[in-house]
C-alpha cells in the first residue's frame, strides 16, 4: 500500500506533481500509483483491480514509461456488478466486470498524455470509479503545437 508521502514523492519523481498537481495530485486522491511492468520487448503490464466495499482502482494512477501496448488485467473483487470503459487508440474497450469477476484488455496508447478510464454504470464514476494511464515521454517534434511560450503558475 502506497502512503500519501510515498505517492507525493513518486509523483514528483515521475513529472507528474507540478503542473497537474490539481488533476492527478487532489483528483484521484483515494487510490494508489503504480508503474506497468515491462517486457524485454517493450510490452507492458498491469493489473487493476476494484477491491471489496471500495468505490475506486487499484491503482487509480496507472504509469506507462513509453507509448506502445499494454496488457490489463482488470479483477473486480467487489460485491456489486461494475465495468471498465478503458482508452485504446482508434477504439475505447469495454469491459463488463460481474461480481469477483475478472477481464483482460489489450490498449494501444501510442502518444505521450493523460488517458482516463472509468465505470459508467450506475453512478460509479461519480462516486469516484475513475482512473488515469499516464503514458511517460516527449511529444514528437511533428505533433508539437506551434504556439508561444505560455506562463507557468
Not at 506533481?17 to 515491462?38: C, H, Y
Not at 469491459?95 to 483482460?104: E, Q
Not at 514528437?140 to 503558475?153: F, I, K, Y
Request: with cysteine; net charge negative.
Amino acid at each position: 500500500m502506497t502512503t500519501v508521502e510515498d505517492r507525493e514523492d513518486l509523483l514528483d519523481r515521475l513529472g507528474l506533481g507540478a503542473q497537474n498537481t490539481a488533476a492527478l495530485g487532489r483528483l484521484l486522491n483515494t487510490g494508489n500509483i503504480a508503474q506497468a511492468s515491462e517486457d524485454a520487448d517493450g510490452r507492458m503490464s498491469a493489473t487493476i483491480r476494484i477491491r471489496p466495499d471500495e468505490i475506486c482502482w487499484d491503482p487509480s494512477i496507472l504509469v506507462l514509461p513509453h507509448g506502445g501496448d499494454v496488457d490489463l488485467e482488470i479483477i473486480n473483487d467487489d460485491q456489486n456488478t461494475h465495468c471498465a470503459l478503458l482508452p485504446s487508440n482508434g477504439d475505447r474497450k469495454f469491459i463488463w466486470l460481474v461480481n469477483h469477476s475478472r477481464g483482460r484488455a489489450t490498449l494501444n496508447l501510442d502518444g505521450p498524455g493523460y488517458y482516463w478510464f472509468s465505470s459508467p454504470s450506475g453512478n460509479d464514476e461519480g462516486r469516484g470509479l475513475t482512473g488515469a494511464i499516464v503514458v511517460l515521454g516527449d511529444v514528437p517534434p511533428e505533433a508539437r503545437l506551434d504556439r508561444p511560450d505560455q506562463p507557468r503558475p
